[in-house]
Each structure stands twice: as structure tokens, then as C-alpha cells.
């Protein structure tokens, strides 16, 4: 009777294990290990990549209000202009070597600390010219122990503004070095994943580091690397990927520079002061690699 009582309980139970055993061998036959790569998108699993890309820009400049400060002299230029100076291709560098000088351009370098977010070092290397015979509003006073020439007061005096005065540029480099943390978001990618498109935006902080050559009065001043000030940097853009890791970034970018130490030549005490609003876009192309798994 016993036996007779337990034999369809026994009978439940051993049908109820094969049956979880055939569920369990099912559920791995379905995600072999083999086939967890094509489960993963390369696109939106970013999380340890790093990636770098070099390329060129344009900028535009607002007016901006010049202090001039050294050994016999004090006055600003109000509503400065300037423009950007774009190399244009000579066959003569090959020739004069002395003519090559550097063209702008934007190097960037970054990793990826979530899937979304990277974090970024910059440099933006960026031309700034002030705009030869233009007509600006100056104020401030010039000694015969700087100038006898240009020796006077200027009492908000609308005059021309050309290198005989002041020539003023940062031509080997309105450099911006910054760090920034930017934002990616997938638009779309192809069936096979050889080419995405990201939406990227962000916002930097960091140095100016200028290497400005000045003209104080008809004589060359300084022409050197020196930090002198910081800004703050916004940017939004697109990357295009092809076959993963290759990519075109053109972005639009914007900032604001405080410079409130430009040396203007070796005298500690000559100095210019200025802050600058910039428009920029650039076009770089790069290479993205994954160094950690998670």
C-alpha cells in the first residue's frame, strides 16, 4: 500500500526534474558563449575605450578692449578687431623653409568613463591677428620715454590702428589647452556596424597659453610661450565612425577667454590685458581603440 501511495508522487517529481533540465539545456543552447559577441553593440558599449583625433579650424573673433601696460605708457584700444590667419599652400616652403609656420589646428585625446561620457584633454591652437589700419577708439597716454613719436594723451581719440602704433597677434598660438566632458549619443548605425553616426556636446575648462608677437611702437617686443590666462569652451557636433574604429568629427565650438596677462615683450612690467569671445569650427579625423572590457 506504502509503495502503491508514493509511487505517482516519485513519478511527478522525476518527470518535474527532467523537465527543468531540459529548460536549463534549452536556455544555454539558445546564448552559447560563441554567439555572445553579436548581443554586445560596439556603438553604445563604449565604457573603457579611449580615442584621439587631429584636425584643422577657422575662427571668428569678437571686438574686444586691449589694455596696453609697460615703462612709459598706459591706454586701451576699445572694440578691438581681429581675424584669423589661414596658411594658404606655397610651393616656396619647400624652398624657404623659414616660411613654414604652423597652420591651426585641434588635437584631442579622451576616454570614455561611462558609455555615454568621455572626458577629453584639448588643444586648440587657434590664430588671432589684430586687424592692420583699422579705426578704433584709444584712451590712455604715451611718454616720450616710450615714444617720442606717438607721445600724447588720448582722450578717447578715434584714430588708426597700424603697426607704426601697436601690432598685436597671436600668430604661432592662441593656444587653449582644456579638459572637457562631452556627451554621446548613438543616432544610427548599419546592420553590419561598420558605420554610426554620434550626436556629441560638452563643455571644457582651461588655459590660454599664447605665444604672442607684439609690435610696441615700431619695434618688435616679445615671442614667447606664457600663460596668460583661462577660459571656459562649449561644443556640439557630429561623429561619423567607419569600420569601427575610424572616425570624422566635424564640430562647431564656442568660448570665452579671460587673458589678463599677455606679455607683450621681456620687461616683466609690459604687459596687455584682454578678454576674447570666439566662434570656431573644426574638422578632425581620429581612431577610437577599447584598452578595458568594463
Do not use: C
Not at 527532467?18 to 558563449?33: F, K, R
Not at 561620457?117 to 584639448?122: E, F, G, Q, V
Not at 561623429?239 to 568660448?255: D, S
Amino acid at each position: 500500500m506504502m509503495r502503491t501511495f508514493f509511487t505517482p508522487f516519485i513519478l511527478f517529481l522525476f518527470i518535474t526534474n527532467g523537465i527543468a533540465q531540459t529548460q536549463d539545456t534549452t536556455t544555454e543552447l539558445q546564448l552559447p558563449d560563441s554567439l555572445n559577441q553579436y548581443y554586445t553593440d560596439f556603438y553604445t558599449s563604449r565604457k573603457g575605450r579611449i580615442f584621439g583625433s587631429w584636425g584643422y579650424n577657422r575662427a571668428t573673433y569678437s571686438k574686444s578692449t586691449i589694455h596696453f601696460l609697460g615703462n612709459g605708457y598706459d591706454f586701451t584700444i576699445k572694440d578691438a578687431k581681429a581675424n584669423d590667419k589661414p596658411e594658404k599652400f606655397s610651393w616656396n616652403v619647400y624652398f624657404n623653409p623659414g616660411l613654414i609656420t604652423i597652420p591651426q589646428y585641434n588635437f584631442r585625446i579622451g576616454y570614455f568613463i561611462t558609455n555615454k561620457l568621455s572626458i577629453t584633454l584639448n588643444v586648440d591652437h587657434m590664430k588671432y591677428v589684430l586687424e592692420n589700419n583699422q579705426i578704433a577708439v584709444v584712451d590712455g597716454f604715451v611718454d616720450s620715454s616710450a615714444s617720442e613719436k606717438w607721445a600724447m594723451d588720448y582722450d578717447n581719440q578715434s584714430m588708426s590702428i597700424d603697426r607704426s602704433f601697436i601690432g598685436y597677434e597671436h600668430t604661432d598660438g592662441l593656444n587653449v589647452i582644456s579638459l572637457e566632458l562631452d556627451y554621446h549619443n548613438l543616432i544610427f548605425q548599419t546592420d553590419n556596424r561598420k558605420f554610426a553616426l554620434d550626436l556629441v556636446a560638452g563643455v571644457g575648462l582651461g588655459a590660454t597659453v599664447p605665444k604672442t608677437n607684439a609690435y610696441l611702437f615700431g619695434e618688435f617686443g616679445n615671442d614667447a610661450f606664457h600663460l596668460a590666462g583661462g577660459g571656459v569652451t562649449g561644443n556640439v557636433g557630429f561623429k561619423f565612425y567607419l569600420f569601427k574604429h575610424f572616425f570624422i568629427h566635424p564640430t562647431t565650438k564656442f568660448g570665452y577667454l579671460m587673458m589678463p596677462n599677455v606679455a607683450t615683450n621681456g620687461l616683466e612690467i609690459d604687459r596687455a590685458s584682454q578678454n576674447i569671445s570666439f566662434f570656431q569650427g573644426n574638422f578632425t579625423i581620429g581612431f577610437q581603440y577599447k584598452i578595458a572590457h568594463k
